[in-house]
Each structure stands twice: as C-alpha cells, then as structure tokens.
C-alpha cells in the first residue's frame, strides 16, 4: 500500500477556553505549515515566541495528562487536540497558544475536530510518513498495563479499561480509526476524574480548571454530571488519548494495537516501541561500508558507522552502527560485563556527523572534518552487546567551514548519549 499525500490546512481557525490542570484561561489558532514541517506549538506568550515540537523526544510528563517541553517551554494537555489532528490527518501545522496549556473545551476532542474542518484541511506535494507494523510489537507495564500491535491495513484500536468504580468497572471496545469513525464514536467522550482526589490534585497545583462543564466526575454514588454521552464514555475517552499520545510518532500509523488498561505513561511507551521496531525495519542503506570509506578516512577497528540510512541534505543524518561481542573493545572493558566505552559512543556519533558534512563536497577526497569541540555530553544508559544504535545528527549553524551540530544516539528508541558538536571542514 502507498504511502499517502501530507496534510495541512488551508485557513486559521481559533479557540477560546480555560486549561484543565492550570485554570488559566487561553487561546489557540490553528495554522498551515510546509511540507515535513510536522506539528508544533508556538508559545505566543513567551519572549521569542518560543516553538515546541509535538514529538516523542518532547514529552515533558505524563501525570494526568501528555506535556510537552523544550527546556523551560511547556505545553500541557496536547493529547485530545493531537487525537483530532490524527483522525483529521493533519500532517504539518502550528498552533498558536498564548498559555501554558491547550484549552480543555468540553473534555473531548469533538470542538478540535470542527475547528480542523473549518479549517479546511488539503493535500500537500509529499508523501507521509506511515509506521505499518509489520510483525507483533508489545510493551507491558507494572500495573497491569499491556500493549500489543499486529499487521492490519488501517489502524484499529481494541482496549479494556477496568476501574473498581461501580459506574465503570471492566470495559472492553474495538475502533477503527479514520475520520467518519473518530467523528461518530470517539470524538465527543470526554476525560473524566473522582470527586475524592480534586483536593489533592488542586493541591499539587493540577485539575484547577476541571468542572462539570469539562469533565465527568464521579462520586461515591456514582456520575455528578446529567449523564454520559456513551454507556462506556470512559472507554471511548480512553482510546482517545491512545490515538493522542501515539501522534508523537509524527507518522500515520498502520496496525491492530490491542490494549489494557491504556496511560499517558503506558502511551507513550508503547509509541517509542514502534518506533524503535519501525527504524529497525527500515535499515535499507543510502550509504554502504564502502561509500561511508571513501568519505571517511577512519579504518578498522575505528571505523564506528556501519550505513547511513537517511539524509537531508545540509540538515540532518541517520546512521546506524551494531555493537558486537566481537567488537575489539570488549575484550579490554569491562570483559565480564561488556559495556561500549561511552567515549566511542560519542567518536561514533562525531563520524555520522562527518559524513553529513562530507556528502555536501564536491571535493570530498581532498577533505577532512576535525571536530574542534564537544559540549553538553551525556551519557543516558549502557550499550551492550546486540544492541544497534541508531544515530541522528542534526546540522545547527554552518558557516565558513565551520559546522555547529547537535546528535543522539538512540537503542530501541530510547536516548544512550546525546551531544554538541563543532566541527572544521579542512584541506588534508
């Protein structure tokens, strides 16, 4: 199956409403944005207007809800909004927001829904990006939290919820995901809480802008609202925030996820499990052993990249290297406990570095990349035998040679090393 067109949308399209957890009353507008731009928020309150991308290496918290940070840059409760730019397929846009945190609406996602269509949603000259499962990917969690996904050829979403609350209990549901299904069964479920915990939520600076007009709260005798909207509105609120949370990816996503007891925590979890899965699956090089030599002048055994499998020219890299029992370093590092030096980790990711600059000359034999300086490294867990890491550098400044990057070395999609680099483009 083919990948389909990117989306966007045609016309701004503005809301109004208070924050859930910060009460504070905001205001977000919907905007177009290029092709491969992805989703963002732009903090329009902040000096700068500070942007944070709606991504998995953004996630802030997930307490009660999906943040978003960069640095001290937070947005709060993204996920009913990203739910509906999922189902909308919206690919590339920018929302503007002048507050901590996405107005909570009505507690669905059905008011982001008509915004979106107001805003007139149109297909843009690239293909988007799909992570079709192909074979079982699972996460399980320490409180009885379970994901599963298998092939399917859209995107279907079983789950099970089960609270000891008598207007709950256990709940089970299957949803296929497109727009006509999220508009007709997911979309106006909203999020729901206890009576019995507002004043320690509120106390930890959370829920103060939860009411009956946002939220469905029970009490000990049952629901405080008029009524549900849906026999299992907790469910279908539920599966919402699945399909939320799992729009970090940046990518339209194709399987059966089967789930119990679903969280924000367990959300985002599982969609780093599918990334990881969805980068191992797609190793098909760009670049060989023998293209990567003729641009480096490393040999073994410090030749540490094995392919490059993506590059945006000028801009970013993806490179891949497999750590091995056999890798000569072992033998002296720790050989009983074998752990990859975190200093090779980083010569290794400076390498993928040197190969983006390399790539970009037309004189690339009569060239050679020092690296001058090396900022901000942090080692983040062990790499260890039989473990690929998967590294992605990006260019920040270039200017007269001289080459400002930032890379990460990534195992099943989760951060090993993370670094700054500057670099020199010099004659040999």
Do not use: W
Not at 22 to 40: H, M, N, Y
Not at 77 to 96: G, K, P, W
Not at 247 to 272: C, K, Y
Not at 398 to 414: A, D, H, I, P
Request: charged letters at 25%.
């Amino acid at each position: 199956m083919s990948a389909p067109s990117q989306r966007t949308i045609s016309r701004e399209v503005s809301l109004t409403g208070v924050g859930l957890h910060s009460g504070a009353e905001t205001s977000i507008t919907f905007r177009g944005a290029e092709p491969g731009a992805g989703l963002c928020f732009r903090r329009t309150d902040l000096p700068g207007q500070p942007r944070v991308p709606a991504s998995l290496d953004h996630v802030a918290s997930t307490d009660l809800g999906t943040t978003l940070g960069d640095g001290d840059v937070k947005v709060m409760t993204v996920e009913h909004l990203l739910a509906a730019f999922s189902a909308m397929q919206v690919d590339n846009a920018i929302v503007d927001v002048d507050g901590p945190e996405i107005p909570i609406r009505d507690g669905s996602s059905q008011d982001y829904v008509k915004a979106l269509a107001d805003a007139r949603p149109v297909e843009q000259a690239a293909r988007a990006s799909v992570i079709a499962v192909s074979e079982p990917v699972s996460v399980s969690g320490a409180e009885g939290q379970s994901y599963v996904a298998t092939r399917a050829a859209d995107l279907r979403i079983s789950a099970t919820i089960d609270f000891e609350h008598r207007a709950i209990g256990r709940q089970f549901g299957s949803f296929v995901v497109d727009e006509e299904g999220f508009r007709q069964e997911l979309a106006s479920a909203r999020t729901f809480g206890f009576k019995a915990d507002a004043d320690t939520l509120r106390a930890r600076g959370l829920a103060r802008g939860a009411s009956l007009a946002n939220t469905v709260v029970l009490d000990a005798d049952g629901i405080m609202n008029d009524g549900l909207r849906f026999q299992d509105e907790f469910l279908r609120h539920k599966v919402g925030d699945v399909i939320g949370d799992l729009m970090l990816l940046g990518a339209r996503v194709r399987a059966h996820i089967v789930t119990e007891r679903p969280s924000h925590r367990g959300n985002v979890a599982f969609a780093a499990a599918l990334r990881a899965q969805h980068r191992r699956d797609s190793r098909e090089p760009i670049m060989d052993a023998a293209q990567i030599m003729a641009y480096l002048p490393h040999r073994y055994p410090m030749l540490l990249v094995d392919r490059v499998t993506e590059i945006d020219k000028g801009k970013r890299i993806v490179g891949l290297k497999n750590v091995t029992i056999n890798e000569p370093f072992f033998q002296g590092h720790f050989p009983g406990h074998p752990i990859m030096p975190g200093v090779l980790i980083v010569e290794a990711m400076a390498q993928v570095g040197g190969l983006l600059l390399m790539s970009e000359l037309e004189d690339a034999d009569k060239k050679v990349v020092y690296f001058m300086t090396m900022d901000n490294v942090k080692f983040r867990r062990p790499v260890v035998p039989g473990d690929t890491l998967v590294f992605e550098v990006e260019v920040l400044q270039l200017r007269r040679g001289v080459c400002k990057m930032r890379g990460r070395g990534l195992v099943e999609g989760n951060v090993a090393a993370e670094a700054d680099f500057m670099a020199s483009i010099v004659d040999k």
